[in-house]
């Protein structure tokens, strides 16, 4: 539980759910959403999985940015893709496993690079809400 918010984010759906209509109050994300085709749905709009990964990777680049200078490791080219898979549990409900790719350029050392992506997922909102809740697995590429 942090000890201050210093921002609420909200957001409303309505309609059926997953076949509904997402909002956001400042009206940043307004978005109809869709079972994927995959679910056994029509697909052809967003989803609650596509907006948890984009999400928690601008949340995990952000946090990799900062820590990474914070430790002394340059990162000026990076990206940040999360894989969010979702499916059946063994508790008849549904779960989900994620896979944050990160790809970092310039120069920086496979070790520096595993170092900085260990020490952002310690920091990372989203990493830190997972935690012992997901899977989450760590790819680490340097170019």
Known sequence: ?????LYTAVATS????RNGHVRSDDGLIDADVRTPKEMGGEGGATNPEQLFAAGYAACFHSALKATSKQ???SITDSAVTAEVGIG???????GLAITLNVELGGGVS??????????????????N??????????EVEVA
Do not use: W
């Open 71 to 73: 430790h002394g490791v």
């Open 129 to 138: 809400a997972t935690r012992g809740n997901i899977d989450v697995k760590l």
């Open 88 to 94: 059946p549990n063994d508790a008849g409900g549904f």
């Open 1 to 5: 539980m942090p000890s201050q918010i």
């Open 110 to 127: 496979q070790e520096d690079a595993e170092k900085a992506v260990a020490v952002a997922h310690q920091v990372c909102p989203y990493s």
């Open 14 to 17: 309505d309609g059926d759910g």
